[in-house]
């Protein structure tokens, strides 16, 4: 037996499905997790020493690759100086100072401790800011784990939210309206009919939790002249596209200004750092100042910060995000010419540092669309992969994430594994 299967048993003991997250169960592909000792630049080893390219990037925040050596020296300088206060540091102003130079949207900012933290802290606060209840969400979105986000469409075209997960009361999601992602359509008839009882609506301008799939222009325009119109408040949840997609996050590409924005994973280089923020006179209804409760035993972690704001200084250098894009955009164009030269359903695509690929004709741009593309191809294309040391995200339902480390060469690398699986898929 292996040592991953050896740890994976011994996980199951203490643990529920031997994970600290589902995905990492491999139950959507079969066969037993990696577990990760070490990493370092675009690779990390597992268990038995076996070494991985790595395009998940902890799901995101290793953008810099693993281990950058300044972040790691950050890291250090501050637990040396002691690892939580309580109490407020010159890292929490730097840091907040830095998110609102980068994202001009944002005018005062608070920083959490999850992503799950920001979109729940950033709904309490639109619903307190409009006196309103009811929160408009997009099939195929994943806002973090807080109960009223845990919901999938009721069963009228315009009819509030189910459960998706056991646990969650329907009280909880009756105030969550659920409609298709890239649907102008929907949105209008929603907006017409429930208007000016929104408080928000809430989405991923680049999605990338039901694999990758971009916003029409359109989409994100619609939404934000219906906000206006109703004095709803327009959430763009950046956790996953914030300073991956653009320095300035999706917003920058799409040229939309949301009220309030939702960060995470790249702002805390891989410590726990997440972030809500937008305009000053929303967030001036946050407590202290206002009647939004809010609050954090480690939110602005000294240490988390130090490793936020290093990673945030070093994406500032210059070309890193036109490098970042150009690398991730040779491994989709390698992708898809792969997938054109064995006539399979097999493409990609990407935007800045985060790519899709897909067991599909035709890159999806819809939840349904998605839902037709062929799960088990993906699955065997996936191990095939494993097994020559590239460790795609374990789910067809995921997107993929490439470092500034991924150079050339891993790149060219992966692409000639690719096309080893995908003739051996094709038998
Ligand atoms: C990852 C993610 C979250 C949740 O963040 P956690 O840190 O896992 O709680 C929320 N929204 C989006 C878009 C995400 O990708």
């Keep these: 037996m292996s040592n991953n299967d050896t740890l994976f048993q011994r996980a199951q003991l203490s643990t529920p499905g031997g994970v600290n997250s589902p995905v990492r169960a491999f139950r959507s592909v079969g066969g037993t997790p990696r577990f990760i000792q070490r990493a370092e630049g675009a690779h990390f080893w597992d268990a038995d020493d076996k070494k991985y390219i790595d395009y998940i990037g902890s799901w995101g925040p290793a953008i810099l690759g693993h281990a950058h050596p300044e972040v790691i020296q950050a890291v250090q300088e501050a637990a040396a100086r002691g690892l939580s206060f309580g109490a407020p540091t010159e890292g929490e102003i730097l840091m907040a100072e830095e998110i609102c130079k980068l994202v001009p949207s944002i005018e005062q900012v608070r920083l959490v401790s999850s992503g799950t933290e920001a979109t729940m802290s950033a709904l309490r606060l639109a619903r307190g800011a409009t006196k309103r209840d009811k929160i408009i ?27 998706t997960s056991a646990g969650v009361p329907e009280d909880f999601t009756k105030h969550t309206l659920v409609l298709d992602y890239n649907n102008c359509e929907q949105l209008e008839a929603a907006f017409k009919e429930f208007g000016d009882q929104i408080a928000c609506v809430i989405v991923e301008p680049v999605a990338g939790n039901m694999n990758l799939i971009k916003a029409t222009p359109s989409f994100l325009e619609t939404m934000r002249r219906l906000c206006d119109d109703f004095g709803s408040i327009l959430i763009f949840d950046e956790v996953m596209c914030g300073f991956r997609v ?10 939309i200004t949301p009220d309030l924005t939702a960060l995470g994973k790249v702002i805390g280089g891989g410590l726990p750092v997440a972030a809500f923020g937008g305009k000053a006179s929303i967030m001036k209804h946050l407590a202290p100042l206002g009647g939004v409760y809010q609050a954090g035993t480690l939110s602005g972690n000294p240490v988390a910060v130090a490793a936020g704001l290093t990673t945030l200084k070093l994406i500032q250098a210059p ?12 491994l989709a164009d390698g992708f898809n010419a792969i997938g054109q030269k064995h006539g399979l359903d097999f493409c990609a695509d990407s935007i800045g540092g985060m790519f899709g690929i897909y067991f599909n004709s035709k890159v999806p741009t819809s939840y349904a669309e998605m839902m037709n593309s062929k799960n088990s191809a993906f699955n065997q ?18 997107a993929g994430f490439v470092s500034i480390a991924h150079n050339n060469d891993i790149i060219d690398d992966t692409l000639r594994l690719t096309d080893e699986a995908l003739s051996e898929l094709k038998k």
């Design 319 to 330: 070309d890193f995000y036109s490098h970042l894009s150009a690398q991730t955009k040779r």
């Design 381 to 398: 294309f996936f191990h095939l992969m494993l097994d020559q040391g590239v460790y795609l995200a374990p789910s067809a339902f995921e």
């Design 246 to 255: 653009a320095l300035g996050g999706a917003q920058s590409i799409y040229n």
């Design 137 to 163: 969400k997009f099939e195929g979105c994943y806002h973090g784990h807080a109960d009223s986000l845990l919901v999938k469409a009721g069963s009228g075209l315009l009819t509030f939210g189910n459960p």
